[in-house]
């Protein structure tokens, strides 16, 4: 089975201020990885995916991530961020082969970016 | 590409009633997912459609719980019965069947709350 741990359930910053979102991961097979994100009374908005390759990868808004097989982590940054980045991040995971695709969810970390 | 709708977008309901949900997914795409979302945690997996064929289910889901994609394109979610503890946020999700099967893109959810 798969599982998800973030770290910070509430993660404050000021703006143009560097963050970083840790996610841990478990599990027994090869998976891929994934951040989303949520803003309020919206549905979940893809940030970036890690699928093979180089394990710095880039998603939209200026987000980064890094996976770390050995550390199982996969952890999102942003060097500088906006007020606009206020919103709910999940990690998520979902088996290379079989499982039919469902991606295994984080609890989620609350981003709050104050002026 | 218009992307993934969920009607209705809120449902307030009294225990015991009976409360259908229905998700269009982006039209080319023949895999449709429905995830549970409840208050200060990620989404958790529900169920999964390939064309109309319901291919996994979640223990999560109930014999109250049933969901349908009689013609491939549309889903509905539907909860008999319901619950306190079925007041959430449903979450439908959908994606190719190949090569970026392992995008899923959802839609804006619809909330449940039971009184």
């Known amino acids: 089975a798969q599982s998800v741990t973030q770290l910070d359930s509430q993660v404050p910053v000021f703006e143009e201020a560097p963050v970083e979102l840790r996610c841990n991961y478990s599990s027994s097979v090869s998976v891929y990885l994934f951040w989303y994100v949520q803003y309020p009374n919206q549905g979940l908005q893809l940030l970036l995916k890690y699928l093979s390759g180089s394990t710095l990868v880039k998603g939209i808004n200026g987000f980064e991530a890094e996976f770390n097989k050995s550390q199982t982590s996969f952890h999102l940054r942003k060097p500088s961020v906006h007020i606009s980045d206020t919103a709910e991040y999940f990690c998520?995971?979902?088996?290379?082969?079989?499982?039919?695709?469902?991606?295994?969810f984080g609890a989620g970390t609350r981003l709050a970016v104050h002026p | 590409d218009t992307g993934v709708s969920q009607d209705p977008r809120h449902k307030i309901t009294k225990r015991g009633q009976n409360v259908t949900f229905r998700c269009d997914p982006i039209s080319e795409h023949n895999r449709l997912y429905w995830y549970r979302q409840t208050l200060g945690q990620g989404p958790e997996f529900l169920t999964y459609f390939q064309n109309e064929a319901q291919l996994e289910k979640s223990r999560l889901l109930s014999d109250r719980f049933s969901a349908e994609r009689p013609k491939g394109s549309f889903s509905t979610l539907e909860i008999q019965r319901t619950e306190q503890g079925d007041s959430a946020m449903y979450l439908c999700?959908?994606?190719?069947?190949?090569?970026?099967?392992?995008?899923?893109?959802f839609g804006p959810g619809t909330r449940l709350t039971v009184t």
């Open positions: 998520a995971v979902r088996k290379i082969s079989g499982g039919y695709n469902k991606l295994i």
């Open positions: 999700a959908s994606s190719q069947g190949t090569g970026k099967s392992y995008e899923q893109y």
